[in-house]
C-alpha cells in the first residue's frame, strides 16, 4: 500500500518573472503532515518535489519532528519512530513517484493555475486506480479537475492546520467523482486517524472556511465598532465557545442549552434571528482597524519570525494536549 505527497515548496518559481511571491511560513508543513499521517497507517510514502533540497528538508523536518512524538509519547499508530521513517522517501522523478500509488496527495501552493498544471501531468500518467486528491482550502474541485480523463477518481481532502494534531479532513468533490472515490477516500481517512466528513456538493469556502469566515467577520466588525477590543475578542472565543467546540460542535451545543432541539428553537430562534439582523456588511479588512488589530496582536505576540514560531510551537503542544485529553474522553 502506498500514498505520494507532492510538497508545497518551489513550484510557484516557474509561474511568474521577477513578481513578487509571499514567503509561507508554513511552507511544507501540509506535505510533511500527511506523510508523517499516511506513515503513521503503515503505507509506504514518496514525497515528489522538482528540488533535491526541498526534499532533503522535509525528510530532515519529518524525522526531527517524530523523535520528539516519540519521546512525549504523542506518536501516532502502532509503528515506532524508526519503523514510520522507513516507510517515507523522497523522489524527484513524477513517473516513479507515481508508479504503485494508490493516493496521490497534491500539496502545492494554493495557486489554481499551478494545481491544475499538476494534475494535468498527473492525469497523463496514472492508472484508473489510484485516487487523485488535493489539499487545496478554497478551490472549486469543478476548477482544480476540470478536462481531467480520470476525474471519477478525484476529489478535495482539504485538512486543517496543523494537521497531525488537527484531524478534521474535508472530503469534496467533483460532480463527476465517482462515489466509490469518496468512500475509498473516507475510509483511508479514517484508517490514519483523521476524521473525515462529507461535503455533499461543492460550494466556496467547502464547510469549515465558510464557518470560520462566519466568525472573523463577525469579530472584525464589533472591534471596527468598538464594542470590544481586540484582546478580549478573542478571550470570548478562547475562553468561552471555543471551550465547548473542542468537543462539540454548534448544533449539538444547542440541543443541550435547552430541552433538545426542537425546545431551543422554540424558545430561542426569535431571539437569533433578531440579533442576525444586525449584522453589518462584510468587512474590507484593511483602515484603521486593520492597524488596531495588528497593534494588539503584536502587543501580545510580535511579529517578527522568532516570536510567531515559538507562538506556533505553543500552538502545536496545547493541540496535542487537547487531542489526547479528546481521546481519553471518547474512550470513557
Known sequence: MAARIFLETNYERKLSNNRPQYKDPNCGLIGQS??????????????????QQQVTNALEKIRKEMKFLEQSGSLKGSLGAEEQ???ISGCLNIQE????????????????????????????????KVVLSSSTSCLLPSKVFAGLAHVKQCIVAHPVNPPYYVPLVELVPHPKTAP????????LMQKIGQSPVRVMKEIDGFALNRLQYAVISEAWRLVEEGIVSPSDLDLVMSDGL??????????????????GMLSYCDRYSEGMQHVLKTFGPIPDFSGATVEKVNQAMCVKVPS?????????????????????????????
Open 97 to 128: 513517484a507515481v508508479e504503485g500509488a494508490m493516493h496521490i496527495q497534491e500539496c502545492v501552493p494554493e495557486n489554481l493555475e499551478l494545481k491544475k498544471k499538476i494534475f494535468t501531468q498527473l492525469d497523463q500518467i496514472v492508472d484508473d
Open 85 to 87: 521513517l522507513s516507510l
Open 242 to 259: 471555543g471551550m465547548r467546540y473542542a468537543f462539540i460542535g454548534p448544533l449539538e451545543t444547542m440541543h443541550l442549552n435547552a430541552e
Open 304 to 332: 517578527d519570525p522568532e516570536h510567531l514560531a515559538a507562538r506556533r510551537q505553543w500552538r502545536d503542544e496545547c493541540l496535542l494536549r487537547l487531542a489526547k485529553l479528546k481521546r481519553q474522553m471518547q474512550s470513557q
Open 34 to 51: 500527511w506523510a508523517m499521517l499516511f506513515a503513521s497507517g503503515g503505507f509506504k510514502v514518496k514525497l515528489y518535489d522538482i528540488g
Open 180 to 187: 466509490m472515490t469518496v468512500d475509498r477516500t473516507y475510509a
